[in-house]
């Protein structure tokens, strides 16, 4: 099987993606950077949540308190994960498009 496309799609994508930071006004660190602090933030409030759980005298009342506050957080985090991909397939067709016509322009002069 011949692989010869895949340089070609790893440098659309990669093309893409400085598009689409670009665009939103930030880097490829900072996207980073945002995504750890979230995926930090999630470990730490799931950790808290289940020990205080486990260390309550009153189980029975605080029982599923850990769930009501790691479902809107999962949530958020799939949503924003998605709207990325969305955002990041938009990029490819543009990045697409202006080598379209980039290479109509170059060919009829």
Same mark, same amino acid.
């Given at each position: 099987?011949?692989?010869?496309?895949?340089?070609?799609?790893?440098?659309?994508?990669?093309?893409?993606?400085?598009?689409?930071?670009?665009?939103?006004?930030?880097?490829?660190?900072?996207?980073? +950077?945002?995504?750890? /602090?979230?995926? &930090? !933030?999630?470990?730490?409030?799931?950790?808290?949540?289940?020990?205080? *759980?486990?260390? =309550?005298?009153?189980?029975?009342?605080?029982?599923?308190?850990?769930?009501?506050?790691?479902?809107?957080?999962?949530?958020?985090? +799939?949503?924003?994960? /998605?709207?990325? &991909? !969305?955002?990041?397939?938009?990029?490819?067709?543009?990045?697409?498009? *202006?080598?379209? =016509?980039?290479?109509?322009?170059?060919?009829?002069?």
């Amino acid at each position: 099987m011949d692989k010869a496309w895949q340089p070609h799609f790893w440098n659309l994508l990669a093309r893409a993606w400085d598009l689409l930071v670009f665009w939103m006004g930030t880097t490829t660190p900072g996207v980073v +950077v945002s995504v750890g /602090l979230l995926v &930090v !933030i999630f470990v730490i409030i799931t950790i808290s949540n289940l020990r205080l *759980e486990v260390c =309550t005298i009153q189980y029975a009342s605080s029982k599923g308190r850990g769930e009501e506050s790691i479902r809107p957080l999962f949530v958020s985090a +799939v949503v924003t994960a /998605l709207a990325w &991909v !969305i955002l990041l397939g938009v990029f490819v067709g543009r990045v697409v498009y *202006e080598d379209h =016509t980039g290479l109509v322009t170059s060919t009829a002069s």
